[in-house]
Every structure is written in structure tokens, then in C-alpha cells.
């Protein structure tokens, strides 16, 4: 079974500056996607950014990219200058197979971002 | 155009109790999932539908929780006798198809308390 950790229960930052929010995963399938999630107080829950596995080069949208270690099963998130904005919970997840699509879920990473 | 709604956006009942939670995905979007959000076991799936068929139910936790969706558009998640465990944010998303890659787009989940 596929499995999604994320170490870091917290994490803060300042605005402006750079965090980096840590993922790895455990899979056996050679065809996967892996997604960060944002999940603001709202609960809705907002697609961040995604990255095909057979994909070298890594996503990158606007001031969110992704360092995407494939031999090492890691897939972290940098966001750079952070906004007030950024604070909300991120979730890591996975999708591959034959999984109709279905996420596996990190246990996520709450952001504070200080002013 | 309207996101994914869901309703109500909070339920709480007694111990015992069936309770009945409607997702309303965006219109055309033929995947739906179901997922479940506690403190103790994180984000976890529950169920997908790929127009009115559910061909992966392995998420649901036990024969009290049942789901349907009609018309290949609304989806209702059933939970009958509830337990204090059901307690939790229940999500439901929607994808224009089931592919890995898709992104799925969140309604703002249904909290459920079990008193």
C-alpha cells in the first residue's frame, strides 16, 4: 500500500522569507502524481501545485515550487516570499496506479506566517 | 462557475442516530470521492463513484456507511446508527474525469459531531 509522511506537524515563517515543508511517500508503482494541498480555515481545500513522476524537472507555479527527489521518495515544497495569505494547513498527497484517482494523504503541515 | 457544495455544513446528532450528508460536485464532473477528516487518522478516503457506479468502496469503515449518487451528479453519504467515532469533517470533491493526474476540487465539508 501506498503511504504519505509528513514529518512536520508545524511549521512558521516569516513573511516574506522562504519554507521549505517536507514530504516523503513509499509506493512500488512506476506511474504516480504527487500533489500539495492547501487547506485554509475554510476547509476547502485548494490543488497548490502537481508533479507527473516521470517528469524530471520539477513543478513550479508562481512563488510554489516543488524539489522532486524521485530515487529518494521525497517531494518537498518551497514557498518563497510568503504572504499572510500562505498560513493554512498543507497536506502531501499521492495518486497512482490504478487508484481511479483517489488521494492518499499526508497528515499535514500546519504554516503560521508571523507579520 | 459554482464550486463543489456540500450540505449540511454542520450536523451534530445523538449516538444512534442515522444522518444523511449531500455533496453537489461541479456540474459535468463525471468522479466523485468521498473522504473522511478526524484528528485521530488524518484524510482518508472513503469512496469513489465514477458516474452513478462506485467501483472502489474500500474506504468506508464499516456496513453502517453507505453512499449513492444519481444522475451521475448528486451523492449522498449515509451513515446509520452513529458512533462518537464517526465524528469529523467529511469532504467530497469532484473531477472532470478519474484520471491520476486531475485535479479534484473540494466542497467545504460537512462537520459531524456524535454526541
Known amino acids: 500500500a501506498q503511504t504519505v509522511t509528513q514529518s512536520q506537524p508545524e511549521m512558521s515563517v516569516q513573511e516574506a522569507e522562504t519554507v521549505t515543508l517536507s514530504c516523503t511517500y513509499d509506493?512500488?508503482?512506476?506511474?504516480?502524481?504527487l500533489f500539495w494541498y492547501k487547506q485554509p480555515p475554510s476547509r476547502q481545500m485548494i490543488l497548490v501545485i502537481r508533479?507527473?513522476?516521470?517528469?524530471?524537472q520539477n513543478a513550479t507555479e508562481n512563488r510554489f515550487s516543488v524539489n522532486f527527489q524521485k530515487a529518494a521518495k521525497s517531494f518537498s515544497l518551497k514557498i518563497s516570499d510568503s504572504q499572510l495569505g500562505d498560513a493554512a494547513m498543507y497536506f502531501c498527497?499521492?495518486?497512482?496506479?490504478?487508484?481511479?484517482?483517489?488521494?492518499?494523504f499526508g497528515q499535514g503541515t500546519i504554516l503560521t506566517v508571523h507579520p | 462557475g459554482a464550486g463543489v457544495s456540500q450540505s449540511p455544513s454542520n450536523k451534530v446528532t445523538e449516538k444512534g442516530k442515522d444522518v444523511e450528508l449531500r455533496c453537489d460536485p461541479i456540474?459535468?464532473?463525471?468522479?466523485l470521492y468521498w473522504y473522511r477528516q478526524s484528528l485521530g487518522q488524518g484524510l482518508e478516503f472513503l469512496i469513489y463513484?465514477?458516474?452513478?457506479?462506485?467501483?472502489?468502496k474500500s474506504g468506508l469503515p464499516s456496513d453502517r456507511f453507505s453512499a449513492e449518487r444519481t444522475g451521475g451528479s448528486v451523492s449522498t453519504l449515509t451513515i446509520q446508527r452513529t458512533q462518537q467515532e464517526d465524528s469529523a469533517v467529511y469532504l467530497c470533491?469532484?473531477?472532470?474525469?478519474?484520471?491520476?493526474?486531475?485535479?479534484?476540487?473540494f466542497g467545504p465539508g460537512t462537520r459531524l459531531t456524535v454526541l
Open positions: 470533491a469532484s473531477s472532470p474525469t478519474s484520471g491520476n493526474w486531475n485535479e479534484q476540487f
Open positions: 509506493t512500488s508503482e512506476s506511474d504516480y502524481y
Open positions: 508533479q507527473e513522476a516521470y517528469k524530471q
Open positions: 498527497a499521492y495518486s497512482g496506479g490504478t487508484s481511479y484517482g483517489k488521494l492518499t
Open positions: 456540474s459535468g464532473h463525471t468522479a
Open positions: 463513484f465514477q458516474g452513478n457506479s462506485a467501483p472502489d
